[in-house]
């Protein structure tokens, strides 16, 4: 299918729509969650956090499922929610973390961008969503088609639902999905657009040839597992409720998720992170679980410009490479971790080769201290098809790093939807194999949904926050054909309309990723503390 080009200009003048409008963005609070109106990119002013206290289920029959098994649950409990600018905060980093901000009607018609596209708004999708008026951004949300649903038990099942396979339910659209493109054959993520298109990065002002930076270094060997390994972000606002989960569960890792990379190189932390709590570093070690830091850019998404600039201008040289590398190592050694997860998500797609040089000597450094590099990456199907994926070639990165986390969410935008379809974790599975080795790869899934509104405002939704919800609303819960549990509801005449994420739908993605791949090497919970705690039962079935 012919790709459309890619415009910058378009996408910068895109880029400052959104921050325009998020500085209008109106906030409503219902039922302990704030939602924000909805823009044309994926922007939102953040809700005051509630608290995650367990909410026993509701019982409803779910036809895929057999009887309740819900022994040896991590409850999470006496979670105080998070100051008003601090949860504002953190409302901004769930809704902007691994969204594409580009115009949709850049993205190519095969839906390349974010492994799909921003269509309409939908970001990191192949969604076609007509009901979004992209020039408001109000929505009018659908309820899910009685046949595609099914009635919801939430919880954790005993034995594997007996639902139709993954490979059956892919070729089942959502309503205005576009095709879902085939993946490349391998090697092909190296290969440019043929087609004219302005994704073709421009030779980076850096020599990548350098002696000093192996161009092509050998892959880095991970250390062999019993199974897939379980880890998660651990972000500085969910503290109190992943010590509980890390003192009760067995995770391989923790990723840190508290650290800046400042314009000079340095590491800061994220406004409002302080230092990690000593009773984190204490419970992870005395467990065995690898501690990385996860260093991000992504307060640049206030100035994404600006950032980009920044970035750029860390490693748009050997020398600037290879220093920006040895103070992330200073780092590294200076606090004891177990290596480095680098999330640059505000990067430019002509920076690609200045990025995977980068990584390149940051690995060889780090390996020679016994360290190791995590790079996590927007999810694609292709090159990419906006600056984000453009940036990050697999194959370079995979060969370099010991990890390639694939941020496998946030579907579903603008408007309602699930937040992980299979098919669309299908496609990214297949094309994951053609460019990185099976044991590299790590899928990052989400543990949390999005709550509607049909005046135009969105909020993330937790597994907790969805149960009130439900409980408070006496709304019926359906499970649409991802296996992702969505409800109704109306209040004041507002219709709302959320997704979240359960143990049941967790597992129909491990299913799909596993039927596509057995041989990964992990998935990677984002974010910890936000999950439906029936989920630790199943992971331990499944992955182990």
């Given at each position: 299918m012919e790709k459309t080009k890619f415009s910058r200009l378009e996408a910068f003048w895109q880029k400052k729509a959104m921050l325009i409008n998020a500085t209008a963005a109106l906030v409503l609070v219902s039922g302990g969650v704030l939602l924000t109106s909805g823009c044309s990119q994926e922007t939102a002013a953040p809700k005051a956090k509630a608290p995650t206290a367990h909410v026993q289920h509701e019982t409803i029959q779910d036809d895929s499922a057999s009887s309740n098994d819900v022994a040896d649950v991590t409850e999470v409990t006496d979670i105080k929610p998070l100051p008003k600018k601090e949860s504002q905060y953190v409302e901004n980093i769930l809704t902007h973390h691994n969204v594409p901000q580009v115009n949709p009607n850049e993205i190519n018609n095969s839906g390349a961008s974010h492994s799909g596209g921003a269509a309409n708004g939908n970001a990191a999708s192949h969604h076609t969503d007509n009901s979004t008026s992209p020039a408001t951004g109000n929505i009018a949300p659908t309820t899910p088609k009685t046949g595609d649903s099914q009635h919801v038990n939430q919880s954790a099942p005993t034995t594997k639902p007996a639902s139709p396979a993954p490979g059956k339910e892919q070729n089942q659209q959502q309503p205005g999905d576009k095709p879902v493109e085939k993946p490349q054959q391998p090697g092909t993520d190296n290969q440019q657009p043929s087609n004219g298109s302005t994704q073709t990065p421009p030779a980076n002002d850096g020599?990548?040839?350098?002696?000093?930076?192996?161009?092509?270094?050998?892959?880095?060997?991970?250390?062999?597992?019993?199974?897939?390994?379980?880890?998660?972000?651990?972000?500085?606002?969910s503290t109190n409720s992943g010590n509980q989960i890390l003192s009760s569960q067995s995770l391989d890792s923790i990723n840190l998720f508290m650290y800046e990379l400042q314009a000079n190189g340095d590491v800061g932390y994220m406004?409002?992170?302080?230092?990690?709590d000593p009773n984190t570093l204490a419970l992870a070690r005395k467990k065995g679980t690898k501690i990385y830091a996860t260093v991000a850019n992504t307060d640049g998404w206030s100035d994404v410009n600006k950032a980009e600039d920044e970035l750029h201008n860390l490693i748009n040289t050997?020398?600037?490479?290879?220093?920006?590398?040895?103070?992330?190592?200073?780092?590294?050694?200076?606090?004891?971790y177990d290596g480095i997860d680098l999330d640059l998500e505000v990067i430019r797609g002509s920076d690609r080769d200045n990025f995977s040089a980068f990584v390149e000597v940051l690995a060889q450094k780090m390996h020679q201290k016994n360290k190791k590099v995590l790079v996590s990456v927007y999810p694609k199907t292709s090159y990419g098809g906006w600056d984000g994926p453009i940036s990050q070639d697999w194959q370079r990165l995979g060969k370099a790093a010991d990890e390639l986390v694939i941020m496998t969410y946030n579907y579903s935008m603008n408007s309602p939807g699930p937040g992980a379809p299979l098919d669309w974790i299908s496609d990214i599975v297949k094309y994951a194999n053609t460019q990185v080795a099976s044991e590299k790869i790590y899928f990052g899934l989400p543990s949390y949904g999005y709550l509607w509104t049909s005046d135009g405002k969105r909020s993330s939704l937790s597994y907790s926050q969805a149960q009130n919800l439900i409980k408070t609303n006496h709304a019926n819960v359906v499970r649409d054909k991802n296996g992702e549990p969505t409800f109704t509801y109306t209040s004041n005449g507002v219709k709302y309309t959320g997704y979240y994420q359960d143990a049941i739908s967790w597992q129909r993605k491990i299913e799909t990723i596993k039927q596509g791949n057995p041989h990964i090497g992990g998935i990677t919970e984002w974010y910890i503390g936000a999950e439906?705690?029936?989920?630790?039962?199943?992971?331990?079935?499944?992955?182990?």
């Open positions: 020599d990548t040839s350098n002696p000093s930076e192996p161009s092509n270094p050998a892959p880095s060997k991970p250390e062999q597992t019993d199974g897939i390994e379980t880890t998660a972000w651990f972000p500085f606002w406004q409002y992170a302080k230092a990690p050997p020398e600037k490479r290879s220093q920006l590398a040895d103070k992330l190592l200073a780092f590294t050694l200076k606090n004891n439906d705690p029936a989920t630790w039962n199943m992971l331990k079935t499944e992955l182990k």
